[in-house]
């Protein structure tokens, strides 16, 4: 046979002789691995129904997962795994690495092994390889939108499972919209009570200009989100949440009506897609609400990354506004866009007090960029490169090529889009570092994440259709340093089969 890995590893070497998982196989994993090792069997244990018990001494019929913190030359997340028939062994400097070997080793099963409930009369084994594999960047991620759509908390932890299962490290939730607020706030229940659930949404595509007359809302507590993060830890994914502001905060103004530039008008959570005039003051008070709002999330998500959107944000009602001018002239401003940078500097300066580090989409650069800030480059690549060259760290995520609601076939025989294509065979061709930067300032660029904005993605199983398997290339891109995207698309079909049995609901 030949083995097929997704993504695609460093090395790998096919060997003699194999290694069956039978009811007497056991797990050693001593010290740090030993979450890992409950991980093995929780993959495992659905399809298979192996014990897989732990042991505390290795040997033969045993997986050995073993932590050693001196192989700092398979960096932070990079592993090695034998397969013989005395046993398999699998090496990482860190607990995350080992994570990515047991993903590997899964994938070394027949793609039953990716059932949700028990297979029979499959055989359970592991072909002989050795591998030593590290991924080519730090930040591997997906985004989803859970503003536009609510979708269940369960499906989120099966989105995060299947980025785990690609060997993605970041999944970003884009929590907050114009069209619904899903992030419980104690110190602002209305945020969830009011702004959270919405009249109706637009039927067909937005420019149709009708709605479906049916109301449509929800919100994830607190509660649910530390679990979800516990979930995602267990996995080696870290949950990096979004806020989205000063723009997109028309839920938020509904809830709040005085956080807006002219509480005397009525606002309501958004019907409607695309971008609305409506934004967040620039007030003390409200910048005092929004520094409120993040301390909430910090004490949620521990990542190092929290995401304070800064996109698409239209100056009308600032450039009408006698207080938004007024801050202009106290603060020495010229254009709106350095009242959004100034702004926008206050949340990073409140971020950086308490050890996060701010991420934005790259409309930050506008106006001037915030000390230490993160941009996120989505309007192609050319944010990306200006904020490198200044000595920023960046995520890519050009629309043309990582925007997953975007079509990936024919329009006249796929499910409605927002529009645009990006195919499978672009995903698998694409560089993250772009061609106009230098030696010296690639390094900047910290990885690259795919996008699933979900104004026409109104269930889970659509969300699975526009991310599968284009997820499955992006991973390739961001962790293979020496890929070959012709052989990735050859050898997909044997990964096909894996999504298959889990169910996915993938483009054919």
């Excluded at 993959?43 to 732990?54: D, E, H, S």
């Excluded at 002989?128 to 080519?136: L, N």
């Excluded at 990936?408 to 995903?427: F, H, R």
């Excluded at 660029?445 to 991310?467: D, I, K, N």
């Amino acid at each position: 046979m030949t083995v097929v890995i997704v993504p695609t590893p460093t090395h790998l070497a096919e060997t003699s002789g194999a290694l069956p998982l039978t009811a007497t196989t056991s797990v050693y994993a001593p010290g740090d691995a030993e979450p890992v090792g409950a991980l093995l069997r929780d993959l495992l244990a659905p399809a298979t129904g192996l014990p897989l018990p732990p042991t505390g001494t290795p040997g033969p019929d045993t997986v050995a997962l073993l932590v050693d913190a001196g192989r700092t030359d398979l960096g932070a997340e990079g592993y090695t795994l034998s397969v013989t028939p005395d046993g398999a062994r699998a090496v990482a400097a860190t607990a995350d690495g080992l994570r990515a070997a047991v993903q590997t080793m899964r994938q070394l099963l027949p793609p039953e092994a990716y059932a949700p409930t028990r297979v029979s009369d499959v055989d359970w084994t592991l072909p002989g390889v050795e591998i030593t594999d590290r991924p080519r960047f730090a930040w591997r991620g997906t985004m989803l939108d859970v503003g536009r759509w609510y979708h269940p908390v369960e499906f989120l932890h099966r989105f995060v499972d299947l980025a785990a299962m690609h060997k993605l490290n970041t999944v970003h939730l884009h929590l907050t919209e114009d069209q619904g607020w899903r992030f419980e706030s104690a110190a602002y229940p209305r945020l969830t009570e009011i702004g959270a659930w919405r009249a109706e949404s637009p039927a067909g595509h937005q420019k149709e200009e009708r709605g479906d007359g049916t109301p449509h809302g929800g919100f994830y507590t607190r509660a649910q989100l530390r679990e979800l993060v516990e979930f995602a830890a267990a996995r080696g994914i870290r949950l990096v949440p979004e806020i989205d502001m000063p723009g997109h905060m028309r839920a938020a103004i509904a809830a709040y009506p005085e956080l807006g530039n002219f509480p005397e008008r009525d606002v309501t959570v958004a019907t409607t897609w695309g971008i609305h005039p409506q934004v967040l003051n620039v007030s003390d008070a409200t910048l005092d609400f929004c520094r409120t709002i993040l301390d909430e999330v910090l004490d949620v998500f521990p990542a190092e990354f929290v995401h304070i959107g800064g996109d698409e944000c239209p100056k009308t009602e600032w450039r009408e506004s006698p207080a938004a001018q007024q801050r202009m002239r106290d603060e020495g401003l010229a254009t709106e866009d350095e009242l959004q940078s100034w702004f926008v500097r206050q949340l990073g300066a409140h971020l950086a007090d308490r050890g996060r580090r701010m991420v934005g989409w790259d409309e930050i650069l506008e106006g001037g960029l915030a000390p230490g800030a993160t941009v996120m480059s989505w309007r192609g690549e050319t944010g990306g490169v200006e904020a490198a060259r200044a000595g920023h760290d960046v995520v890519m995520a050009p629309n043309d090529r990582v925007y997953f609601d975007y079509y990936q076939g024919d329009p006249a025989t796929e499910p409605l889009a927002i529009g645009g294509l990006v195919t499978l065979d672009s995903v698998a061709r694409y560089e993250p570092v772009p061609a106009g930067l230098t030696a010296a300032d690639a390094p900047h660029v910290l990885g690259a994440q795919c996008q699933l904005w979900t104004e026409y993605m109104p269930t889970p199983r659509h969300v699975e259709y526009m991310a599968y398997p284009r997820t499955a290339a992006f991973a390739d891109a961001v962790w293979a340093a020496d890929r070959d995207p012709d052989a990735f698309l050859s050898a997909l079909p044997a990964h096909l089969a894996r999504l298959d049995a889990a169910g996915v609901a993938r483009h054919p």
